[in-house]
């Protein structure tokens, strides 16, 4: 398929995706860097095969355990390697998780995802997350867990639990990953992720754009995970939320429309993933996210804060989804 001809209807006719398991650099960067309308034309025709295109599903975050994390990841507020200010805290009790989770629920999110400020988490922590699967479980909501590395006995006791999704992201592209963070390396990421799908647990998997990377290295992110054995079934894509006193505080932003490059991108390269329109929704412009839900974005975190930053919250996203015509995807639909 030439994405660069000048009549796309003509020379993409049914608008076939390519084969989504043979991805190379040379293809996907065709893809990334074809006329803008044709990428999204593409995008949303391969979205409509795949998907309602009007429903968009609602995830909600806690942080179970925030702040002095031994890792150094230079885009975060947790790290204990940077001075963000942000005060570190210790795991959160079980009944307070499941308290958020209800009132995240009744507010109509459908997946909690808890999130801990850990390499790892350690084997005495491993009952008191356990439990707090089994409790939001209990409560009808999709779970998901990112704690950071975990073995191949820790994924299986999650499986257990009833954990139906794991969070761990690549976050950038091989060749980027040692510029941003220097404690773990790409390789520890793919043995965690292999952990989890050997378990059994749904892989929830993406990254960061905006943090000083080419554009290559996110086409080569999204390569990396469409050629993984299995797509993961949830692909959220960040956009860098600058943290002052972090390394990446004064990161070159992405521009807007090389952002919604990456969605379309996500979109036709894993069809049938959900792709998360993610962190940094606060400083885009409802025209930016209109362009993303267009592009085949199809979830949202909810809510007023993602772990430690801020997220636009239930009123300002209901008002957009009114104006778009986009409703919250039924739990039964995922
Ligand atoms: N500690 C675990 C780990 O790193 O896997 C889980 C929590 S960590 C905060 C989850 C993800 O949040 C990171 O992989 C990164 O993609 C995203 N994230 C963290 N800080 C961010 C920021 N300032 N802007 C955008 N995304 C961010
Ligand atoms: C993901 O890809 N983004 C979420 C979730 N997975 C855990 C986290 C975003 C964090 C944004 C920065 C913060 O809240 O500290
Ligand atoms: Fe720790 Fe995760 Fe933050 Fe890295 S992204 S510093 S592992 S909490």
Redesign the pocket.
Known sequence: MDMHATNPTKTMPQAQAPDATTWTLEKARALHDAPFNNLLFLAQTVHRQNFDPNKVQLSR?LSIKTGGCPEDCGYC??SAHHESGLKASKLMEGRRVIAEATKARDAGATRY?M?AAWRNPKARDMDAVVAMVEGVKALGMQTCM?LGMLDLDQAQQLKMAGLDYY?H?IDTSERYYNEVISTRTFADRLDTLANVRDSGIKVCC?GIVGMGEEPMDRVDMLVTLANLPEHPESV?I?ML?PIAGTPLADARPIEPIEFVRVIALARIMMPKSHVRL??GRTAMTDEMQALCFFAGANSIFVGDT????DNPGEDKDSLLFRRLGIEPMDLETQ
Do not use: E, H, V
């Open positions: 975050l507020s947790q995802c999130g990112t969070n992201n993406g959220p960040n939320i993610s962190a993602l772990l430690t930053a």
